[in-house]
Nanobody, 124 residues
Framework: VRLVESGGGLVQPGGSLRLSCVAS????????LSWVRQAPGKGLEWVSD????????YYADSVKGRFTISRDNAKNTLYLHMNSLKPEDTALYYC??????????????????WGQGTQVTVSS
């Protein structure tokens, strides 16, 4: 199983980025996936979830209305479209595979595979 994130970078406040997570080694369309971030010196923060079929999505209040999660099951790829970025969005962003195909409050123990992360820095 591999999850490989890309698309991070340096962007000015108010800018946009699209993160991608390419998966391999498992049946992508069968799994619930998440984006989780970690800001410098802080713990993991859940960002967004999407169910296996892609018809249910969930967002942290801090990103609701600015970020959009999506997936292309034909391409084994998860996306996070980020708009109106703020300095407080600066973090290492991870995609993660959840063991259960339903929503519940974020618990690290509910995830069995993580990517290596892609860095997003929002600064002028």
């Amino acid at each position: 199983v591999r999850l490989v994130e890309s698309g991070g970078g340096l962007v000015q406040p108010g800018g946009s980025l699209r993160l991608s997570c390419v998966a391999s080694g498992f049946t992508f369309s069968s799994y619930y996936l998440s984006w989780v971030r970690q800001a410098p010196g802080k713990g993991l923060e859940w960002v967004s979830d999407i169910n296996s079929g892609g018809d249910r999505t969930y967002y942290a209040d801090s990103v609701k209305g600015r970020f959009t999660i999506s997936r292309d099951n034909a391409k084994n790829t998860l996306y996070l479209h980020m708009n109106s970025l703020k300095p407080e969005d600066t973090a290492l962003y991870y995609c993660a595979r959840r063991m259960y195909d339903y929503y519940s409050d974020f618990e690290v123990r509910d995830y069995d595979y993580w990517g290596q992360g892609t860095q997003v820095t929002v600064s002028s």
